[in-house]
């Protein structure tokens, strides 16, 4: 999610361009590739880029990272990407521990346990009778080897940040793209160091636009939208009151507020780490407003605190405001995401109502997607085609997930039958959503986002978790591909071995294999592999380096090493091959 701090506005609106460089040959910097934006997308990019070893630089306009605690709601899927780099562990330090939403009524909890759960009341005089809008699971053992975790942008952004610079990719804060060009060898870019005003010219094979909503990237392409559009002028206000006495020791992450008056959502704003335990004099309250009845400026700290105290149904509540912040809450989907040799990620590929937290985890996501693709072109171990493939998986995804928050947002609301039927289950969307493109040998799927989950390693979706032990260590399937191909065989798979590394030696493209079961590289102390999978014993899943099975060979085929070759040559755009056909090797 890409900062929005202050107001985006088109180029040269408050900076004009520079005419310093008008008869002078600017600086020239190559660089593999160029990131604009320096949210949480635009530093995943860095990071993962940067994992597989390809050099980037990233320009943010801004002086630092956020110092909004927003977009806090990590998904198991995000906590995976962060595990495969090592972040896991500071994630989970940095934040609260999510519990349960059922125990929120509960007294007495651990200072920093805060129940996942969405809950609606008639006031905060009334809470007692406030009921349960939606209560996340985090029942995902059987579905992860992690959870999902609560660490707000404001300290997930320094996280990123420093682990992408440690690995090697310069971060430029305070410094903004001025203009653009791509051809069809690269782009050429102008940026400007904005604490001295010099320009300079950056020379990159790519350019990934994570700037945020309004994305003068994007705008510049030409590229359209398509959705419900704006769906509300909205203020988060960030106040201090003593609501002890109405909380009583509940503890929730968000309560609406239906007041006909003065409607609107309390939530809780992410914890200073410094603390770590839940402060209940700290809230953000969030309200829409109507533009063209009362501008931003008109909601006036006394104006703020009184809505607050009518909302809450609390008249004498003591209010003290410390910040409030207009936003536009839209619904809005690229209907592309590559243009030439730019790619849009993230807010600036797709954004909808914060219901959900999908919006943050998506935009990493994205970022995952394309940077091991980037990564194989590069290295020249793929061909240009891969990258197509960024669109044809992140797109559908990104408009279902954008449909998905839409319909959460509205239905909390109105509480509809028919929207709460179109609803799917938090975990589906945060890690059940399946690809078909190009670089997935499978049958077509119809719909990205299925009614229940399917994760059993057909391909297109993520690999099945299935716990494994490697050397008397536990290991699961999902920590197996962090930058690399890997095969998982069957227990009488090992013939796998000797194509593999023929592959790997033929193609260069390094294809880990492991055999599973009682004699192989990974033993099998449950014995589900074979079951989950559907597996003969000598069978095969491929797996790309995001994790997600691109082919599947049911049983060892008679020329083990020229099926593998041949799926790898399809996956990576590196032969020509038939549109439609499914690799269904048996």
Known sequence: MARSESPLISWGDSCPRSNRS??????????????????????????????????????????????????????????????????????????????????????????????????????LHDLE????????????????????????????????????????????????????????????????????????????????????????????????????GTIGNAMSVLFKADLKDAIKGRRFVICYLPNPDEPGVLQLPDVPAVLQLFDEERWIFGFFYDPREASAEQ???????QIIRTATGLPDLSVEVQMARPWEMSHNSAR??????????????????????????????????????????????????????????????GAAVADQAWIRHTWRLSDSEELGRALRESTLVATGYRYTSDAILGAAYPEPIPAEHDLTGRPGHRVPHIWLSRGGERVSTVDLSTDAFVLLAGPDGGEWQAAADKVTQDL????????????????????????????????????????????????????AAGGLRSALERILARAPHTPGVTAMEG
């Open 22 to 123: 008008k008869g002078r040959t600017l600086p020239t910097e190559e660089v593999p590739v160029l990131i604009v934006g320096g949210g949480l997308t635009g530093l995943s990019a860095a990071l993962f880029l940067s994992q597989h070893g390809v050099s980037c630089r990233l320009v943010e306009k801004h002086a630092g990272t956020t110092v909004l605690t927003r977009a806090s709601g990590i998904s198991s899927r995000t906590m995976e990407l962060l595990r495969d780099v090592g972040l896991e562990q500071t994630v989970i330090e940095r934040g609260p521990k999510l519990v349960e939403g059922a125990r929120w009524r509960e007294l007495g909890q651990p200072a920093n346990h805060i129940p996942w759960v969405v809950i609606r009341a008639d006031g």
């Open 129 to 228: 009778n406030a009921v349960t809008v939606e209560e996340p699971s985090l029942d995902v053992g059987h579905l992860s080897p992690t959870r999902p975790y609560w660490c707000g942008q404001d300290r997930l952004e320094p996280i990123l940040r420093d682990e992408a610079v440690r690995r090697g990719a310069r971060i430029d804060f305070d410094t903004r793209l001025e203009t653009f060009a791509a051809d069809e060898n690269g782009v050429t870019a102008t940026v400007v160091d904005q604490s001295t005003g010099e320009e300079s010219t950056v020379r990159a094979q790519y350019l990934i636009a994570a700037d945020g909503v309004r994305s003068p990237v994007r705008e510049t392409l030409g590229i359209s939208r398509t959705g419900h």
């Open 299 to 305: 909601f006036t700290e006394e104006r703020c605190a």
């Open 336 to 397: 592309s995401y590559r243009s030439s040799r730019v790619f849009l990620a993230g807010d600036a590929a797709h954004v909808h109502p914060p219901a959900g937290a999908f919006g943050a985890n998506g935009g990493i996501q994205d970022a995952h997607n394309l940077a091991w693709k980037l990564a194989a072109v590069l290295k020249g171990t793929a061909g240009d085609a891969l990258l197509d493939t960024y669109e044809q998986e992140r797109l559908p995804i």
């Open 508 to 559: 260069g493209v390094p294809v880990h294999c492991h055999t599973v079961g009682e004699d192989g590289q990974l033993a099998d102390p449950d014995e589900v592999f074979l079951a989950t999978t559907g597996l003969a014993r000598t069978g095969a899943l491929l797996i790309r380096p995001d994790d997600f099975v691109a082919w599947r060979a049911e049983s060892l085929p008679e020329d």
